[in-house]
């Protein structure tokens, strides 16, 4: 008989037709979310596992000795890690959120911002009409333009830093552009989907999460399972990590015919590793570029509470989305230090990058209001000194032009 290798399993996702969770009830998997499709998900480990109260009895016995334990409320705890990359995750971070992903890119030319320049030495584009904010555009978006007179500036990523002048028409990117005299032939298009935490009309997901052991025919089939939040992890050289920690209400077991669950599962994306070191991060509005290391976590601190009469949680229940993290720095100036004694809210972009090719696949993170509560610096060793950071992002209020009225604003340029 086979033993299981890790290198022969596989994970395999798919979200269910609706988000509810039916207090008395589970529902057939057969149906839904049923065996056809699912995604099959990059990874680099996984905790899931069911997991269930137990009981000893404390009863007194003459025989000195216990005679009965008992098993409890079932459930599905542990998380999902895997090396970031562009598109691979980003139906378990809109999960997170409990917002919807934008629906569709945004296109401008001529007839909404009349003519475009770019100025290399200020890295801006400026437009002469229109309020870019207005048609759409925001803080740590990506877009890509085209037919501009200057061919270097054409079919480039562009992430947007900030706005500014009359009516947002000057829009700082990074990289700098070219310098460009007025352009009334053009169009900019922003690239891929943007997510972040919204003030009202949250939206529920639950996956149905399968584990196939392909060697020994055997699958673990998570049901119900929500996304409890997200850590990101992103090394100043090295490749960014993402932990997706879910909590689910049962386990199925498949083997043999009926293993796997899922039938045709559509393939592993394809996208490469994110690398910070090829990217921007940016604090204050300021680049930042001794940063040794950046830590992003969502938590949304799940809970699913037994009740009489059955032995799944009825509900699993997700709290507030608490946005914390870490930043490591060498020891430069006294400016971070000055931030967390004057309790200064900054805000921080991170634009994380696969490759160094000027359209390659990226993701950006923006939060748009943090404040630092430590600010410790290590006296040790005769190297470069180090200065740790840890933060609370905060809910913006969304009247800086650009920024949503949310704690975290993300971009997959893929998605």
Not at 115 to 129: C, E, P
Request: net charge negative; proline share 5%.
């Amino acid at each position: 008989m086979s033993l299981a290798e890790g290198v022969s399993q596989s994970i395999r996702y798919k979200a269910y037709a609706t988000g509810v969770i039916s207090a008395n009830t589970q529902p057939d998997s057969a149906t839904d979310p049923a065996a056809d499709g699912g995604q099959i998900l990059r990874r680099v480990s996984s905790t899931l596992k069911l997991a269930k109260d137990t009981y000893q009895s404390n009863e007194i016995r003459s025989d000195r000795q216990i005679a009965d334990f008992r098993h409890g409320k079932r459930s599905v705890t542990g998380s999902i890690t895997g090396e970031l990359s562009p598109k691979t995750w980003m139906d378990f971070i809109e999960a997170s959120c409990r917002g919807t992903k934008s629906a569709s890119v945004i296109t401008l030319g001529p007839s909404a911002l009349t003519s475009l320049a770019a100025d290399n030495a200020t890295s801006k584009f400026i437009a002469a009409g229109g309020d870019p904010v207005a048609l759409g555009l925001r803080k740590g978006m990506v877009f890509r333009a085209s037919s501009l007179s200057d061919a270097n500036n054409n079919g480039k990523n562009f992430l947007i830093t900030g706005f500014g002048g009359t009516n947002n028409r000057n829009i700082s990117v990074f990289p700098a552009p070219e310098t460009m005299t007025a352009d009334t032939s053009f169009s900019l298009v922003t690239v891929g989907k943007s997510i972040f935490v919204p003030s009202s009309n949250f939206v529920s997901r639950k996956f149905g999460i399968e584990i196939y052991a392909e060697d020994i025919d055997v699958s673990r089939f998570f049901t119900e399972c929500r996304a409890a939040g997200f850590t990101l992890d992103l090394p100043a050289t090295g490749n960014g990590t993402i932990e997706v920690p879910f909590m689910g209400r049962d386990m199925e077991l498949y083997k043999d015919a009926d293993a796997p669950f899922y039938t045709a599962p559509t393939a592993e994306t394809t996208t490469g590793i994110i690398a910070a070191v090829n990217g921007l991060l940016q604090v204050g509005g300021s680049t930042v570029g001794v940063v040794t290391g950046l830590n992003i976590k969502m938590d949304l601190s799940p809970s699913g509470d037994a009740v009489i009469g059955q032995n799944v949680v009825p509900e699993i229940f997700l709290g507030r989305a608490n946005v914390t993290g870490q930043a490591t720095a060498f020891f430069q100036d006294d400016t971070l230090i000055n931030d967390f004694l004057n309790e200064s809210e900054v805000s921080i972009l991170a634009y994380l990058t696969t490759k160094s090719a000027p359209d390659t696949p990226a993701m950006t993170v923006y939060l748009p209001r943090v404040k630092f509560s430590d600010a410790d610096v290590a006296t040790s060793g005769e190297g470069g000194q180090a200065i740790t950071m840890p933060f609370q992002a905060l809910k913006a209020d969304g009247t800086t032009p650009g920024d949503e009225a949310t704690t975290i604003f993300i971009t997959d340029t893929e998605a």
